[in-house]
């Protein structure tokens, strides 16, 4: 398994964009400058020392050395050896609600937006645990199996949006049979569903769902997004929003009580979102309740150093640059292959 250690380092390979546009502007500026003294073309024999590709081959190098730089500073290494360990810690299912409504804005920036910023919070939060993830609409598929790869987890928040799912709905019964069918058949450790939900267009055989799971002994917990009071939903990539068949805006209400009774059924229990951190802390605080046990997890130890052989290339690279002289040399104007540049 390949990884970096540092991998905060990489943001340095941003500055190799600018770097070659400062050169390429910096080159543009000299050949107009030399174009006021005269032709190029016939300024050249006056100049039969001065070399035209030489300086962008000794850039480049040096633009290659930083690129790889950036690649040492991070420490690349590979896992040579998979290792099963055990940790203390629970199962937990997010379920995702990713219909249209989520697209509301009475929280900022958006429900959805909210909720994903909700979820990476919550994942920070759960060090030896396991974490998994299904989005629902009118239909529930799972986006991440459930695993303690918690890096995994929070990218694949930032793919989620409602064109996941082209059929339309709050189908939360389907999500929470999904949900229990995901957990692992390990006995003994702590399971909880965490629906997160505006709890609109509410479709049949959601209690029937979570009162399975109860007797599975699967806590089921309900965070709402959005507001009593509502918001229109905006229609992606224009400045308007959703209407009905009537042509009036549609208005899309958090439903509360939907929410609660969910909770209540899963013996679990309701909070509310909002843009600060509390319903993040409400929930984890729930979850830690319950108990923890044995989690088996794969993880790669003996990471082996890579930087060695990027070292060398650097090395080399700048040793290269230093070797070739801006100008032409002397002592090589009668060899063809440097006469002609």
């Given at each position: 398994m390949f990884r970096f250690e540092d991998p905060t380092y990489l943001y340095l390979l941003l500055i190799l964009p600018f770097l070659a546009a400062f050169y390429l502007y910096s080159n543009y500026r000299r050949r107009k400058a030399l174009r006021k003294f005269g032709d190029l073309v016939l300024m050249a024999p006056l100049m039969p020392n001065v070399s035209k590709y030489r300086p962008d081959v000794k850039f480049w190098l040096v633009f290659s050395a930083i690129g790889l730089l950036a690649f040492l500073l991070a420490r690349p290494q590979f896992g040579a050896k998979p290792e099963v360990v055990k940790r203390s810690g629970i199962e937990v299912l997010i379920t995702l609600d990713i219909s249209n409504s989520m697209l509301a804005q009475d929280v900022q920036p958006s429900r959805l937006e909210s909720a994903k910023r909700l979820i990476s919070r919550m994942v920070d939060e759960l060090e030896n645990d396991k974490v998994g993830l299904i989005v629902f609409a009118g239909d529930a598929f799972t986006q991440l199996p459930i695993t303690s790869d918690f890096i995994s987890a929070k990218m694949f928040l930032e793919s989620i949006n409602p064109s996941l799912i082209s059929?339309?709905?709050?189908?939360?019964?389907?999500?929470?049979?999904?949900?229990?069918?995901?957990?692992?058949?390990?006995?003994?450790?702590?399971?909880?569903?965490?629906?997160?939900?505006?709890g609109e267009n509410h479709e049949g055989g959601t209690m029937e769902a979570v009162k399975a799971a109860k007797e599975k002994g699967i806590q089921v917990n309900v965070i709402g997004i959005g507001t009593p009071e509502g918001a229109p939903i905006p229609t992606e990539g224009t400045n308007d929003y959703r209407k009905d068949k009537q042509g009036n805006v549609i208005v899309t209400r958090l439903n509360e009580a939907m929410c609660q009774e969910i909770a209540k059924e899963g013996n679990g229990i309701y909070t509310r979102a909002d843009n600060s951190s509390s319903a993040q802390r409400v929930i984890t605080g729930e979850i830690n309740k319950l108990a923890k046990a044995d989690v088996e997890t794969t993880i790669y130890t003996d990471y082996n150093e890579q930087f060695q052989a990027v070292a060398w290339i650097i090395l080399l690279l700048l040793l290269a640059e230093l070797l070739i002289l801006e100008c032409k040399n002397p002592l090589f104007k009668n060899i063809r292959l440097f006469s002609n540049k």
């Open positions: 059929k339309q709905g709050t189908a939360i019964g389907t999500a929470v049979n999904l949900a229990v069918r995901s957990f692992t058949p390990q006995e003994g450790v702590g399971r909880t569903i965490i629906i997160i939900t505006d």
